[in-house]
């Protein structure tokens, strides 16, 4: 009935080409610390026997613009604001809810004007429910005496095309018939079937309970008490674990999704690299020098002058990647809460891949300083040096 494939593919595509997206609400983008947002669930997803998206959207993209829908205060005021009030349409009003004959634009009447209104107003669609909260209303008798509902569904005049809204139409108008007469005080004895017994009203709650004490009932609670054998379980039925997929499935996808997000932001450090040789071409004219001695405590202070500032630039270089990192830990910490993963599962890969980077930086540094400071010219000491700043840094 829905083709949820496509039209996932299609918005995955759609935002992934536009350069500017609208939406009403931060919810809707990236949603809440324990909701996921309806963009940002199309960031990972599977669509079986078709393919797996690892990273379909990145929703702090600036391209995600809130645009709050607002309201007409003309029309939408404050109920003190009582003088705004359109006085000469009540009598309309009133005879639309509490008329005693049904028409073409309402069914069923509401009898006592004394109760509170219970109202909502939602296109008749599966997903709005409005059928469920008319059930649930027919079924509460305490409900019934406190408040009446009133439903704006749809236009009854109209017949419509829509086979779900057909669908929730009828449901809604049987749950309005049984509402009215079933288990109405007045209509409930044309259903009378004992005629050798007097009439008298039944409650829902009677029908309850005696349901319950019928041996249909009675049976059924006693099905439902005996707890299930769970040898019978199906394998796939229920949870057994924390997560959807081994652990080692949820690493390659991580590791993958981040070797991705590297190659995509391969700017960045190509970036970095070439920063960091320009530093290093421009430090050789302040440490320049082709034998650095070691025998005064002043050239220890040189010596641990080069190393501390070799340090300190190796370590300020990685400083490019702490925005990108910062604005991922949203994602990272809802995803962690609603159990997508573990933790690790993030931050391992992402050191393992920080690694080769690493290396190249330091080595970079080394590679351009470390004979024109005047070090050791013993290979083991330069080699030394190199993870010694690296592992530093």
């Not at 429910?129 to 009854?156: H, I, P, Q, S």
């Not at 890969?349 to 540094?365: A, R």
């Amino acid at each position: 009935m829905y083709h949820f494939s496509s039209q996932l593919t299609a918005d995955l595509i759609a935002m992934n080409h536009t350069d500017f997206i609208i939406t009403s609400t931060f919810q809707e983008i990236a949603g809440s610390k324990d909701t996921v947002g309806q963009y940002e669930s199309h960031n990972a997803f599977t669509m079986p026997g078709l393919y797996r998206v690892v990273h379909g959207i990145y929703v702090f993209d600036p391209k995600f613009n809130i645009v709050s829908p607002g309201t007409d205060m003309g029309i939408y005021y404050s109920y003190t604001e009582k003088e705004k009030r359109l006085t000469t349409l009540h009598p309309e009003i009133d005879e639309l809810l509490f008329s005693s004959v049904e028409n073409d634009e309402h069914m069923c009447v509401l009898k006592d004007k004394n109760k509170p209104i219970l109202f909502t107003m939602a296109r008749l669609d599966n997903v709005k429910n409005l059928t469920g909260l008319v059930e649930w209303y027919a079924k509460n008798d305490k409900l019934r005496e406190l408040v009446n509902l009133v439903v704006v569904g749809g236009d009854r005049r109209k017949e419509s095309k829509d086979l779900e809204e057909q669908a929730q139409m009828k449901k809604i108008k049987n749950l309005a018939d049984f509402l009215q007469e079933v288990v109405s005080e007045k209509d409930q004895e044309q259903y009378w079937s004992v005629l050798e017994r007097d009439y008298r009203y039944i409650p829902v709650k009677k029908f309850a309970e005696t349901f319950r004490s019928y041996r249909v009932g009675k049976n059924l609670v006693e099905e439902l008490s005996v707890p299930f054998d769970r040898q019978y379980n199906h394998p796939s039925s229920l949870s057994t674990s924390s997560y959807g997929v081994k652990r080692s499935e949820l690493f390659k996808a991580s590791f993958n999704w981040q070797l991705l997000l590297m190659q995509r932001n391969s700017f960045i450090y190509v970036f970095k690299f070439v920063q960091l040789l320009f530093v290093a071409l421009i430090t050789m004219s302040v440490f320049f020098q082709t034998i650095l001695h070691h025998s005064t405590v002043d050239d220890g202070g040189l010596y641990l002058g080069e190393l501390y500032f070799s340090m300190v630039i190796l370590l300020s270089n990685g400083f490019t990647e702490v925005p990108t990192l910062v604005a991922k830990l949203p994602v990272i910490y809802k995803h962690r809460d609603l159990h997508f993963y573990p933790c690790w599962i993030y931050t391992l890969p992402s050191w393992i891949l920080s690694i080769p980077t690493s290396l190249i930086e330091s080595g970079i540094w080394v590679i351009v300083t470390y004979y024109v400071f005047g070090l050791d010219l013993n290979f083991v000491r330069y080699m030394s040096t190199w993870f010694s700043i690296n592992y530093a840094g």
